[in-house]
DNA sequence: TATAAGGTGTTAGTGA
DNA sequence: TCACTAACACCTT
């Protein structure tokens, strides 16, 4: 029935609607084919302006930074907070694609590949200093007039220098660009707008800095300004579409676009509430639009057809110079260019270019906010793990407490005013997501664009590493160091020397000490405030500084057995150093403390705590980045090092802390868990600390108990207010079925519940019950299918699991059998039953199938890991059992 | 175009 | 059948 009305309405809306365009479309094209016939004939699409050039002498935003291939010129996007406006710069310095050799002009010139290039356009010597050594060196620079020359020709030479570099970046590098940052034009040029600092506060910094070097007090100076610059607030929208789907599971193809859009939502900053539904037959009204409350001040506009529709959508859109979707990447965006073009829109019509697995707003920036959340920093560090699973609603959830529209149905089969509801929900949360909490993602974005010298379109499509990378990039250029090859680096200095505990990894880590199992009252955790990254600026670790031959002062780098692994050059200040340095003082030395002062307003308070955030963002990466084997700088000696010399100082002051009579219970890297410390001793630990490594130890956490399972990476920890933290436990992890996180929730209360070691025995008996009743209840089959159902993610599509079939890929099988489609990073909802397979997704499962003993197998790991704090056996439980069991 | 290693637990698959 | 390892997912620093 419905699939009769499918066809007949696809049918209908199609062929009305290439009828109506032509006529439409006629009236459009008319000026603009005049202009064509007098101009080179050129691609119909890229005619269209749709950003007017920037007008001089006005303060603008620079927001990104492209290449045009037609004008053969690089742009900018500009936004004019006064106008609420974008507009676009094109390069007047007439700046070129480049990239440079260590070769003489005169042996260039003989490379045929380079110099017959069509897009060749000359040769010239340049000045480089060598990042090791300081020392000037010459170089080739071979000036192209197109950057894919650069990929043509980079491989008819031996080495090729900063030759992978995308062409606008390198058009940032060597203009010195800050994206984010408010410049005024002028005679066609960026002139830098500084933003006004007070006296006191510049004082602040130098004193922060007194201690650090000549380099990094200087660059100290010139971050400071655009840390402290307000992050412009944008006028933006979101939007969401919705589209006709025929079955259950299956995702419209983008590119095919064959079903009808039927509604599109969109949700300004200016206030802008809309949704546009298309008419349909095949379904019904329901109540009236206005009498929906979640569609309350909402503008609800219906359309005959789908094609006036979405003019209606792209007349709006375009007073936007920022547009935001939930993965409009990879579905809203290229399935309205698709479809619009099937519906008979020319795509000079639509303001975007559509690439493989590339789209681009011309008319502004898109943002891509299912992109930015994904990004693994941004949600680890910036929003520290709210949110573990990363769909819109998981996100909003977690985010502003609000969560999507639920339906039980897909949205083909809304009535229309449940459609538009749920549509609309979706733009809301979208554009909240950039809203909240003084809007907190905006300036983050635009934080995170300064500190990496990236446009926003990139930064908010890439993660960390490239972050990283782009902000050294971009450092070397401004210190005119030449960017090295990653064969020079690793050449350069020794192979890692460790080796890791776990198989497969390049060198060794840190150190956990094994904690013993039990209930402890009283315990202060004593932890190094950014431990790697202060190793990184004390010993002056960078890839340059790590093994350098050429050195004079050479300082050994032992771990914590006395080893020698590598030596660092302290001749001059090593560039990881210096930025991380710079970092990591600014943060703890200033925005912490700022974003913490009671003197100035929420608001401003509000914003240090952003900017805090955001530098604990890159802070945290350095490390890790410099030991990643894709990262350009790859460092793997300099990562050795960092972790050696993070287990030479835990290692070091536990020891101490224990000759000082602490009792030191478990540490993880770079903690330490004291039992009931005296006061005297910890500060002598922390000034020890402090005289040993100029590091900072501070008490980072008072737990009225901890209870250890054990086991490494696993307690729970209570403090005095009661709050509890449970880290590592099975309980904790977001696959553990429902029904044994309510019920450890519960038995979480007990354990709070205890003041002093004499509750101990009483709490241990009745937990000893309460995991007897679960035990009872589950044989009893008393909970509900859905709370038994374990959820794991696919990390890869189902083909590619080829090596075993887990358990979550059997039970997406036999969903995909029945027709639901699955993709990687889906949740897999199964239950352990007493098929072969072990296993059936909760849809098809029924709770009799459901396989007990597996059950009760869970429930003891999962409790278990609690019980061997009281020191109970899983034996004493069951043994209870089976005699209750026995008398029943 | 993708930050690191250390750790726990479950299951599949393998070879004796 | 049993003991072991590899693969996988998730968590901690």
Request: glycine share 4%; hydrophobic share 40%.
């Amino acid at each position: 029935m419905a699939k009769q009305q499918t066809l007949t309405l696809l049918d209908f809306v199609t062929k009305k609607n290439n009828s109506e365009k032509k006529e439409q479309h006629k009236v459009n094209e008319e000026p603009e084919s005049q202009q064509e016939t007098q101009n080179e004939p050129e691609p119909i699409h890229q005619r269209k302006e749709w950003l007017e050039e920037a007008p001089e002498g006005r303060v603008y935003y620079l927001l990104s930074v492209d290449y045009d291939g037609k004008k053969g010129k690089a742009f900018m996007k500009l936004y004019d907070p006064e106008a609420k406006k974008m507009y676009i710069l094109y390069d007047s310095t007439n700046h070129k694609p480049y990239f440079l050799v260590d070769l003489e002009p005169d042996k260039v010139s003989r490379i045929p590949k380079i110099v017959r290039d069509p897009s060749f356009d000359g040769l010239e010597t340049v000045q480089k200093i060598d990042p090791y050594s300081g020392n000037k060196i010459k170089l080739t620079k071979i000036v192209v007039k197109d950057p894919l020359a650069v990929r043509r020709m980079r491989n008819a030479v031996p080495k090729a220098y900063e030759a992978h570099i995308k062409y606008f970046n390198n058009y940032i590098y060597d203009l010195g660009l800050i994206p984010g940052m408010p410049y005024r034009l002028e005679k066609g040029k960026l002139i830098p707008v500084q933003p006004k600092i007070n006296e006191s506060e510049l004082e602040e910094v130098k004193k922060a800095f007194s201690d650090s070097d000549e380099l990094t007090k200087t660059m100290a100076l010139e971050w400071f300004p655009f840390l402290e610059a307000e992050a412009p607030s944008v006028k933006r929208v979101a939007f969401d579409i919705e589209v006709f789907t025929p079955s259950r599971g299956r995702v419209p193809d983008p590119e095919k676009a064959e079903y009808p859009i039927i509604s599109i939502s969109l949700a300004g900053s200016d206030g802008l509430k809309m949704v546009l539904v298309l008419k349909r037959s095949d379904v019904e009204q329901g109540n009236s639009f206005s009498s929906n409350n979640n569609l309350n001040g909402v503008k609800v506009e219906e359309f005959r057809t789908e094609y006036e529709l979405l003019k209606r959508f792209l007349e709006i859109l375009l007073n936007y110079p920022i547009i935001l979707t939930f993965n409009g990447d990879d579905f809203d965006v290229p399935y309205i260019y698709y479809r619009a073009l099937r519906l008979g829109f020319a795509p000079e019509e639509l303001p975007f270019d559509i690439k493989y697995r590339e789209t681009k707003y011309l008319a502004g920036i898109h943002v891509d906010l299912y992109k930015f959340f994904f990004n693994k920093a941004v949600r680890n560090y910036a929003f520290e793990g709210k949110y573990s699973e990363y769909n819109l609603d998981s996100v909003a959830q977690a985010l502003l407490g609000v969560s999507k529209i639920k339906i039980d149905n897909i949205v083909t089969f809304l009535n229309l005013e449940k459609l538009a509801e749920y549509n609309y929900r979706d733009s809301e949360l979208t554009l909240n997501l950039t809203m909240f909490d003084n809007e907190l993602t905006w300036k983050l974005i635009i934080l995170f664009a300064r500190m990496s010298r990236m446009g926003i379109e990139e930064l908010t499509r890439t993660e960390i590493s490239t972050w990283i990378k782009n902000l050294y990039y971009w450092e070397h250029r401004r210190r005119g160091w030449l960017i090295p090859l990653k064969e020079e680096i690793l050449a350069r200095a020794a192979e890692t020397k460790s080796s890791a505990i776990i198989k497969g990894k390049g060198y060794k880590g840190a150190v956990v000490i094994d904690p013993p199992a039990g209930i402890f009252f009283n315990i202060i955790v004593l932890d190094f405030a950014s431990l790697y990254p202060s190793i990184i600026r004390n010993w002056n670790l960078s890839y340059e500084t790590v093994d350098y031959e050429g050195c004079t002062k050479k300082e050994m780098i032992k771990d914590e057995s006395g080893e020698v692994l590598h030596f660092v050059c302290r001749d001059k200040p090593g560039i990881t150093a210096v930025i991380t340095g710079l970092l990591r003082d600014f943060r703890v030395k200033i925005y912490k403390k700022k974003a913490k002062k009671s003197d100035i307003p929420p608001e401003q308070k509000a914003y240090y705590d952003v900017v805090q955030r955001a530098m604990k963002v890159f802070i945290n990466a350095t490390y890790g980045v410099f030991g990643a084997e894709n990262f350009p700088l790859y460092a793997p000696a300099m990562a050795e090092s960092v972790t050696a010399l993070g287990r030479y100082v835990i290692t070091s002051t536990v020891k101490k802390a224990r000759e000082l009579g602490l009792t030191v219970l478990y540490g993880d890297t770079d903690s330490m868990f004291l039992y009931n410390p005296p006061k005297e001793k910890l500060e002598e630990v922390i000034n020890w600390v402090k005289q040993t490594f100029r590091l900072d130890l501070e008490v980072d956490k008072v737990y009225k108990l901890v209870a250890f399972s054990g086991l490494k990476k696993n307690y729970m920890g209570v403090y005095p207010d009661g709050k509890v933290e449970i880290k590592g436990m099975l309980a904790k992890k977001r696959n553990t079925p429902e029904f044994i996180k309510k019920e450890f929730e519960e038995v979480k209360g007990l354990v709070i519940s205890m003041n002093s070691p004499d509750d101990v025995v009483k709490i241990k008996e009745k937990l000893t019950y309460k995991i007897k009743d679960i035990y009872n209840k589950l044989k009893n089959k008393g909970y509900y299918l859905d709370e038994l159902a374990f959820k794991i993610m696919l990390s890869k599509p189902l083909e590619e699991y080829k090596k075993t079939t887990p358990q979550h890929v059997k039970a997406a099988l036999q969903l995909q059998a029945y027709g639901i489609h699955v993709l990687p990073r889906d949740v897999i909802m199964y239950v352990k039953v007493k098929t072969k397979d072990g296993v059936k997704p909760v849809q098809l499962a029924k709770l009799n199938e459901i396989d007990t003993e597996k059950y009760i197998e869970t429930v003891r790991t999962t409790f278990e890991q609690l019980l061997k704090a009281f020191g109970v056996s899983w034996d004493e439980i069951s043994s209870v059992i089976s005699i209750n069991s026995f008398f029943k």
